[in-house]
């Protein structure tokens, strides 16, 4: 990918957080800056790479990410990380013995928590690192405060020696706000100095830097207290003072703009002294927080009298909408109704794979053989849950479909000693957290089922590139990986190791029929590119000939998009039973000729889309 010439400074533009974030990293001088995709924080590192001067890159993995911006800032470089929420778990491990090296060119760390479940496994509250690990937190509350907070993110860094959490939300992520941008600071690399008792944490150097955390911890107390990212807004209606942070404080000064507000930009550590400036104002506290009670927990430790998750839901955003009755209801007010225009009717449409998608022959076929129990990952192969497939029984995190099929295999009981256990991961899934599932499956003596999706991109994140397809984030050749050579290397048997096309049903049928008969590790690996990369080559579409379309329906189980309902009907077989039709057409605008719905078509009904000329068609009519 080419970088572009940025905006020069002074410039007000229209940015997302991502963005401007982005914005920020490059105008603070980084010099490395990693990632893996995950919604809603993937657009920071994809815009991020469109900047001169620093160097960007797709991680395999969370962790791995970080240790990545790690090296460079104990190099003496800035570095920059991001992650989504669930990311944080994976990278964990590195970030709690970070904080105890510290850095020495500035880090920064942002996580973007999906409020609300977008598109996401959980709802967690990344605050609760800032806690666990001992660092500052930062919170924005726009695209200005997203561009702002990361530049003082790594003057903070610089400043305590310590990586710097920046807590976004999927409200900060994707809505644009103007953001006035800056220029780009040079920043000098003071370069790795040996210091082992600092950067090598055997059990020894790091009990000695632990009392070192805690006198940094008190430092950065009072800094909270002091710094003007923690300010109290006063108001004329002292009923009720509100504590906010981020886009929660938003959502406060629309619903009550008279009220006394303490703003928290810097909310880890809580400044406590501040929070009791607020009280002495106000009749009672309210502590508005997406999406744990944090702050209000440690208030309460504290012996401030604050109101929150009592009276607030304890998930989802904090809207207006939620938090305007739920003050009504605490002041003994009516509840204010609430009158809003007539929801738009939208014929409802299920989540679902894309037209053509090389997963579909896949869940089809899965859905196709019996008795067989399905571990799922994260990813588009999640929605080989949904109908008309039903072809997933558990999909918990990130690589986990490996680790549990073992499991479910281990742990089988009297009713499911029949089963055959398969599991189903992606080509960036596994490589992500997949390899070591895989390995364990193989050392342990396991019987599972491997079906390793491989669609060459992380297609559920928009396609970004990976070890699998041969690019880079730059769209630069790379190394590509061998998956079948990879699996191999992790111990599964040449012979239990295939390859096959998933558009051809009848192979890929066979080929999980007999390797689930087999009571040991194999692997079947796909290999046909998402349809939306440029690895994707669309051939001639399809079309249903009505007067041979029977109505059996036996093409809507593909699942595929292109495939529509045009009537339906009942008809009373021959032995009585009476079975539903449907009757269908392919709009031949989006097919794009995969050839899945034509093998399971008895009647031979659908055939290649032969258009018609506009001439033609005017003639038609005139006659």
Not at 37 to 63: H, Q
Not at 89 to 101: E, G, P, R, Y
Not at 176 to 201: D, I, L, Q, T
Not at 479 to 491: H, Q, S, T, Y
């Amino acid at each position: 990918m080419a970088a572009v010439m940025p905006a020069p400074a002074a410039s007000r533009l229209l940015m997302s957080g991502n963005e401007a974030v982005a914005r920020a990293v490059w105008e603070s001088g980084v010099k490395v800056a990693a990632a893996y995709p995950g919604t809603p924080s993937t657009e920071m590192l994809e815009v991020i790479s469109t900047y001169p001067d620093l160097y960007a890159e797709w991680s395999v993995n969370e962790k791995v990410s970080l240790e990545v911006a790690i090296g460079a800032a104990y190099a003496g470089s800035r570095a920059f990380c991001c992650m989504k929420h669930v990311g944080m778990n994976v990278a964990s491990d590195a970030l709690m013995t970070l904080t105890l090296t510290g850095v020495i060119g500035g880090l920064v760390i942002a996580i973007a928590d999906d409020v609300g479940l977008s598109s996401s496994q959980n709802e967690q509250d990344s605050r609760y690192w800032g806690r666990f690990a001992h660092l500052p937190v930062l919170e924005p509350a726009d695209s200005q405060e997203a561009y702002a907070m990361t530049k003082v993110g790594f003057e903070l860094s610089e400043r305590f020696q310590v990586p710097v959490i920046l807590r976004m939300t999927t409200r900060i992520n994707h809505v644009k706000s103007v953001v006035e941008v800056g220029e780009r600071e040079a920043f000098a690399g003071a370069g790795f100095k040996k210091e082992p008792a600092r950067f090598v944490m055997v059990p020894g150097n790091a009990g000695k830097r632990i009392p070192l955390m805690f006198k940094r911890d008190n430092e950065l107390r009072a800094l909270a207290e002091q710094s003007p990212l923690n300010f109290i807004e006063d108001g004329s209606d002292k009923r009720v003072g509100f504590i906010a942070s981020g886009p929660a404080y938003m959502h406060v000064k629309e619903s009550f703009p008279n009220a006394p507000v303490l703003k928290l930009g810097l909310s880890c550590p809580v400044p406590f002294e501040k929070c009791r400036e607020l009280a002495a104002l106000v009749d009672q506290v309210v502590v508005v927080e997406e999406v744990e009670p944090l702050v209000e927990t440690e208030l309460k430790a504290q012996g401030l009298k604050v109101l929150g998750k009592e009276i607030l839901p304890p998930q989802g955003e904090l809207a207006p909408n939620v938090l305007r009755p739920a003050i009504a209801r605490l002041l003994g007010e009516n509840v204010p109704v609430t009158t809003s225009t007539a929801a738009v009717q939208i014929f409802p449409r299920p989540p679902t794979m894309c037209v053509a998608c090389p997963h579909l022959g896949v869940y089809y076929t899965l859905s196709q053989v019996r008795n067989l129990t399905i571990s799922g990952d994260i990813g588009c192969y999640t929605l080989g849950a949904g109908h008309p497939w039903n072809a997933l029984d558990t999909c918990v995190s990130m690589g986990a479909s490996m680790g549990i099929a073992h499991g479910m295999d281990k742990g089988r009981g009297e009713a499911d000693k029949d089963k055959r256990i398969v599991a189903v991961i992606g080509d960036s899934t596994f490589l992500h957290m997949g390899m070591q599932g895989l390995l364990d499956m193989v050392y342990n003596k396991g019987n599972v089922t491997v079906l390793l999706l491989d669609n060459r991109a992380v297609g559920m994140t928009g396609g970004q590139d990976n070890p699998g397809n041969g690019r880079d984030i730059y769209g630069d050749d790379a190394p590509r990986i061998d998956f079948a050579k990879l699996v191999a290397a992790l111990g599964v048997k040449e012979e239990r190791i295939h390859t096959v096309n998933p558009y051809e049903l009848p192979v890929l049928f066979k080929t999980i029929r007999d390797e689930v008969k087999v009571p040991e590790v194999s692997v079947i690996i796909t290999d046909q590119p998402c349809v939306l990369i440029k690895d994707y080559h669309k051939l001639k579409p399809f079309e249903v000939l009505d007067d041979k379309c029977t109505g059996c329906g036996n093409c809507l189980d593909v699942g595929c998009p292109a495939i529509h309902v045009t009537r339906r009907g009942k008809e009373i077989k021959a032995s009585g039973r009476e079975v539903d039709l449907a009757f269908v057409r392919i709009e031949s605008s989006v097919c794009t000729g995969c050839g899945l719905c034509v093998q399971p078509c008895a009647p031979d009904a659908i055939v290649h889309h032969v258009p018609v000329s506009p001439i033609k068609l005017i003639k038609n009519c005139g006659a």
